[in-house]
């Protein structure tokens, strides 16, 4: 996906495009694991979908739950979840950085060569 370090620069336009890529990417991630919560809270705390929604971000952002867990598989998939959530997280940071720091890295290797 990115040049090799004897390639040129890639031009500014397909860099963008390049970078929108790589965010829909990381959007797409962050949505499947948001409906994955929200689906397990739905399902086993029968809260309305709303409510799911709200407590999987919420899990996902660590700022915690709304309301409180009644069975044991939501509380052990809580806790499963912010794992996996906290994961996701650097995961999407990583995908939305790599071409920056890409790009920075192989400008200052440029630099070298001449």
Known sequence: MFEKRRQSLLPYPRFIVR??????IAIGIILVVLL??????????????????????????GIGLTVTLQTGVGKGFTIVYAF???IAFFLVMGIIFAPLVHRAFHHFHLDLEK
Do not use: D, K, Q, R
């Not at 970078?19 to 829909?24: A, H, N, P, R, S």
């Not at 929200?38 to 979908?49: F, G, K, P």
């Open 36 to 61: 994955a919560g929200a689906a397990v809270y739905h399902a086993c705390e029968h809260l309305s979908w709303l409510e799911a929604f709200l407590n999987a971000a919420l899990v996902m952002t």
């Open 84 to 86: 996996v959530a906290n």
């Open 19 to 24: 970078v929108g890529l790589c965010i829909l």
